[in-house]
């Protein structure tokens, strides 16, 4: 290949990634820009790129004035202990998966595509039903617990992919040398699998820290909702006040984008080390 | 240390049978080399042994003491893996002690154990550093070094020295026979190297197809292979066979070629006149003949080795080959006339047993 | 007796081994209770729910009534509508999300500087919650507060800026729009773990052998991503065809149900209409669809994959 050739080629390709990354960034830098525009402003420059003048009152008054922060305690608890609670079954479950040959392993298989197949809005009644029969609406723990199990069969998955990319030898060394199997799990096996769990709580925190169905439904309470509903109260109560809708949305994006950055290099490397093999 | 005894053990996956009936007693101290080609059954039998893999039907006892019950740790044996099996995230220092803290041994008596282990292997100056940045050499003597101080009943060796370089292989070979030498521990060692088998086993077990073919010293395997699979498996290059016909007549001491060429054996074998039979040959065994006697072949090719050269030959278009030390002067024509020493002949049966000649 | 038993190795129980054939379900069956009691015994009530009417703020509804929601169905516009719908945003933005997610992972394959914050960024929108996406992106489209009916226009495409989501003919594309850009870095993500794990070698062999980069890319890539391309793409139309939170929040399946699928649709007679019997009957048409296309789809995959070997 000729210089001119590669250079050319090397434009393209950075060209092509400027794209991306504009559409990918500009709708997030438009909520940024919604955000710090003072509500006369709104309106009038709508469509102009940067408000002829920056407020941050909107910010101001949502950390002051509305339930934000009481909703963001809120959603760091749920997002944070799903998080946990899933990733602990999804790496015992994961493991399982990963290590043993046992009756009934396709059946587990089955069972957890199943759980990936149908529209949600069908089991919103059920577990409402469920939930409030053992008096856990409008309560943190019921949501903590929903999303657990809606996020534990992708978890486990991503969980065993991360397993199968450790020598079996390691473990079997420690089991050697007189370790149980599960405390070989834990010495050697745990450790080593970091990565992988960093990726699986940094994926789950992100999904439940978002998710608005089943917070809507079973949560009623403003002292125990979520800020997905919570933003939703922006749109109801405060007649629809954009800026400061945006200015909450933008908050509440940062931990959670904040997750992402740190894992999304995990997740790549997750999926490579085993579960796109079969 | 312990004597370890497999009792008509048998290993099946599904339906499939991987291991059949297989006997065999360590002694104390013992260096026991289980060698075959890969898919034998040989490293199922070492997981056996380890207790990493199941035993479908039989026993295996260690010290006198059944194991079937026993998890791997509690067999109170040490295994050196072929891809080393080091822990990533640990020091050298800390691999070679998991063991003893697991075992709550006094810190005094680990750290005088793991300086122990480390001097012997030349570990020293390594203790710090994590696996990455060892050397394949290194590796190895890590694994080795976290077999060794726990002081186990039995060592077991998982084609150790694979995965490395043929010089490194060579040096490693004798370390594992020096430190066998100090510590007398029972050891298995599984190889699909016959050279490893022949250097450091007291004695060798042959596999093949999840049979033992024919358990006995190095030497016992290499002069009196049981059967053809050990005669072919056993020595490098590899022994040479020919197809013959047994001849009684006579002093009954003599097979026919093919081609009607009579072979001198040195005893008579217990067979009837007709009987088919393989004739086996090394090829270091095989004499050039100087004057006129012995059976024409056509030179093929010739590999020098440095030590001497390996001689390709074509007998009645058959492949054969001859080891000699020295130069190739003399053997430069495209034929010359080889001399199959009678008393160096082996003789096997229509089943590939070996015929024990009188 | 007893030592003959012995020496056969006799049928003993010990206890590890017994401890040994329930360790496989120790480990899983915390995750099993979970997804039983709160996926499973819900989907069974809720497909229970498909042959009773359920509806919520009515004390008097309840009892079989076989089925009477099926034949509802046949003569419900609304469903026939969002049935075809459904099948148009699906195709739609799967085809769109794994076209451009594939030309990203392909992109950020080779190394390039800065490539770990590119990567990063692009793969951001990943983060942002659904609604929030479906929020956005109105706004987006919206001529007053938005740019880009403004953009269409100046490109021509748009004689004048106008909102696409209330146009019955266009207004599909904007959830469509809001999907692809949600969903793009689900398939890069796993589309360049997939590249990845190919080995180099072969592409230096294949270079050594003459190959130009087009053939390298359908002789060695094409054949390793097959596996994973299946595997996603299957996985994710499931999802798309399942996922309302877009359109509910973006054009509440209107202007006039033109962008009613059938998963916004559930969502509407049941939240809206407070039918949940109704509701769960369509959903389980839903299902069973999509469970004829999975199968169809293993099928497929299993067929061609019996031809490689």
Redesign the interface.
Known sequence: MTASARRLKGGLRAAALSLYLAFALFPLFWLLKVSVTPNILLYSEGIRMWPSRMTLDHYAYVLTHSQFPVFFRNSSIVAGGTAVCVTLLAALAGYAMSRFRFRGKAVIVVLMLITQMFPLAMLVAPIFRMMASVGLTNNLLGLVVVYTAFNVPFATFLMQSFFDGI?K??E??????????F?AFR??VL??TLPGIAATLGFVFTAAWSELLFALMLISDNQVSTFPVGLLTFVSKFSVDFGQMMAAAVMALVPAGFFFLLIQRYLVQGLTAGAVKG | MASIVI??VRKSYADVAVLHDVDLTIDDGEFIVLVGPSGCGKSTLLRMI???DD?T???IRIAGRPV??????D?D???V???Y?????MSVRDNMS??LK??RTPKEKIASAVSGAARTLGLDALLDRRPKALSGGQRQRVAMG?ATV?SPKAFLFDEPLSNLDARLREQMRSEIKRLHGQLKATSVYVTHDQIEAMTLADRIVALQGGRVQQVGTPLELYHTPANLFVAGFMGSPGMNFLSATYLAEGDGKAVMLPDGTRLALAGRPPLATGTRVTIGVRPEHVAIASGGDGLAVTVDLVEPTGLGFILHLRLHDLPFKIFRQGDTSGVDRPQVRVVLPAARLHLFDGDGRRVALA | MTASLLAH?GP?K????LFQRVEPYLYTAPSLVLIVALILVPLALGVSYAFQDVQLLDPLSGGYVGLDHFRDMAGDKAFRGALANTLWWTAASVVLQFLLGLVLALLLDKPFRGRGLVQALVFLPWAVPSFLVGLNWAWLFNPVVGPIPGWLTALGLMSAPTNILSDPALAMWGPIAANVWGGIPFFAITLLAALQSIPRDLYDAAAIDGASALQRFWSITVPFLAPTVVTTVLLRTIWIANFADLIVVMTNGGPADHTQILSSYIFTVAFKQLDFGYASAVALVLLALLSLYTLSILMLRRLVLKDHR
């Open positions: 020598p030898d390691l079997e060394a420690a089991m050697i040398d007189g370790a149980t199997r405390v010495h050697i450790p080593l | 009792d008509r380890a207790g990493l035993v039907e039989g026993e079937g019950h026993l998890s791997p740790k067999r044996i040490a295994m893996f072929q891809s099996a080091l822990y990533p995230h998991y063991g697991l075992r976290r726990r | 190795g003993r010990p206890p590890l081994r």
